[in-house]
């Protein structure tokens, strides 16, 4: 590895993998020894994902990315370079990195906090109603008597 790495390529997808066969080509490694590689380094990659990875031309998701690039044997300012290149495809190219995204106002965030319910109250709440509902069919709120005695199909029949 007397020669640099290769530098990642941030136009798309496809090029972007492209470039990761080439660093693989660069790092000399099998599939094998990048999955222990990784593994050394703290990361967990597969090497039938590493190979299915590089077998396509999606964009892989940045965890494989960080862990393919510390595999290979990249520094940690080349690594850094890969997973912005990646971002910036995966966030539409260049455009992404001129647009600002505004900060919420304090108001905005106070009134986004109280429309946010968590799931279980929504479960307790379809619970809760469900057994109202029921109960009151049970019970026979929605029914009207009158037609219940006239009925001849009825479970309750008049007392005589």
Request: hydrophobic share 45%.
């Amino acid at each position: 590895m007397t020669t640099a790495p290769p530098t990642p390529a941030d136009s798309d997808a496809a090029a972007f993998v492209a470039a990761l066969r080439r660093l693989k080509a660069w790092s000399g490694f099998s599939y094998r020894q990048l999955e222990r590689r990784a593994t050394q380094a703290g990361h967990t990659l597969p090497y039938s994902t590493a190979a299915t990875m590089l077998g396509r031309d999606r964009l892989p998701r940045a965890e494989l990315v960080a862990a393919f690039v510390a595999a290979c044997g990249v520094g940690a300012d080349e690594a850094e370079a890969w997973l912005d290149a990646r971002m910036m495809i995966a966030c539409g190219g260049r455009a992404a990195e001129t647009t600002t995204v505004p900060t919420p106002t304090p108001a905005l965030r106070k009134r986004n906090r109280m429309f946010r319910r968590p799931r279980w109250a929504l479960a307790v709440a379809v619970a809760l109603t469900a057994a109202l509902l029921g109960g009151a069919s049970a019970g026979g709120a929605f029914t009207d008597d009158v037609e219940v005695n006239d009925t001849a199909t009825s479970l309750h029949q008049p007392r005589s």
